[in-house]
């Protein structure tokens, strides 16, 4: 199971610097982490979690397997994209094509470096990106309506329900609204997201800032965490300049270098979990002496789906799941000890996976 977070912004705002640090860290990493480019502007990156490597010492596991998550580097927008400027329609194509939007925003000041609209302004910059994607948004539903709508004035239930979700996202748009600060019920959710608009995908925004500020922030970043908490956004902020020379230190320098900056952990870790936590993933584990091996599902899945994630076998002839929370497996330094003390359970196909469970699958063949 794949997740792709897409990296946005203008030129000269730091994506591609964040993402080259993204890669070079993980390249860094490949004695603990695998890592692989699966093409010139997708990075395959570990997910930082110290529960993985506590499993480890306690379970012995002589290999370990962290999930992952996939950052695109996508092509810098310019205003009048969704018309077809600059690389507008590559741009468009490719953001379809992730789960969630990290949209990277300049808010440092630097003569040397050219803002391609003249002057450093990052909500300016985010509604230039963000009118854009509604522009886009607005004309694929246009164009899908015109059939639907027909359909549904013949009484096709379906067609009905579907232009019901349309108009409800076009008012939106119209409305200067990004389609993802809709109301939609639990029942509405599944169509809703196969409308597979721009705009409904969930975002967060990276204020790259000075380095001096990469611990606290600046007058800028606070601007987009005032915007974040309105949209019900996620937002951090890093230092693509500081990120970029952590990239190349090993991990003692690596630790003294962000001390001396007062900061307790690399922003890309920050920016890796942050994503994840953006896609309500959650994690669970496998550990055995062979291996520890972390799982990536969505919040809210079932047993049997969990299972599948390993293997399609494991959710067809899935019998049951024997679960231990972390805490406990570290509590009572292990499965044999968790067992002992009764804290290993037998869950059904009805169980809801919880972050950080330990389970072992039974299943028919």
Not at 44 to 62: C, H, N, T, W, Y
Not at 64 to 81: E, K, M, N, W, Y
Not at 209 to 221: K, Y
Request: proline share 3%.
């Amino acid at each position: 199971m794949g997740f792709k977070c897409g990296i946005v912004g203008l030129p000269n705002v730091g994506k591609s610097t964040l993402f080259n640090a993204l890669t070079e860290t993980a390249s860094a990493q490949a004695a603990n982490y695998p890592f692989c480019t699966i093409e010139p502007n997708i990075g395959d990156v570990a997910v930082p979690d110290p529960r993985l490597f506590q499993l480890v010492e306690i379970a012995g596991s002589k290999e370990t397997i962290p999930t992952r998550l996939s950052f695109v580097d996508i092509a810098g927008l310019v205003r009048g994209a969704s018309k077809g400027e600059g690389l507008g329609n590559q741009f468009l194509a490719t953001i379809r094509e992730v789960d969630a939007i990290v949209h990277v925003l300049r808010c440092f000041e630097d003569t040397d470096v050219t803002h391609v609209e003249g002057s450093v302004d990052p909500l300016r910059d985010a509604e230039i990106i963000e009118i854009e994607l509604m522009l886009s948004d607005l004309e694929s539903l246009e164009k899908r309506l015109v059939g639907l709508e027909k359909k549904a004035k013949s009484g096709e239930k379906e067609a009905k329900y579907l232009v019901g979700l349309m108009r409800k996202a076009t008012e939106l748009l119209e409305d200067g609204k990004p389609a993802r600060v809709a109301e939609i019920s639990k029942d509405d959710r599944k169509a809703w997201n196969e409308l597979n608009l721009l705009t409904s995908k969930p975002i967060l925004y990276v204020c790259n800032v000075e380095e001096d500020a990469a611990a606290t922030g600046n007058a800028f970043s606070e601007q987009i965490a005032a915007k974040a908490k309105a949209e019900n956004a996620a937002m951090i902020v890093v230092s693509a300049a500081i990120e970029e020379e952590v990239a190349q230190l090993d991990k003692e320098e690596r630790a003294e270098f962000l001390e001396t900056l007062g900061l307790h952990e690399a922003g890309l870790d920050r920016l890796i979990r942050s994503g994840y936590d953006l896609l309500e993933l959650i994690t669970y584990f496998t550990v055995g002496p062979k291996e520890a091996r972390a799982w990536t599902i969505r919040a809210g899945t079932k047993a049997p789906k969990a299972a599948g994630t390993i293997h399609t076998d494991f959710e067809k002839g899935f019998i049951r799941a024997e679960t231990i929370a972390f805490d406990e497996f570290v509590k009572n330094d292990g499965e044999a000890g968790s067992k002992e003390a009764g804290k290993m359970r037998l869950e059904g196909k009805e169980y809801i996976v919880e972050d950080g469970d330990v389970m072992h699958f039974r299943f028919a063949n």
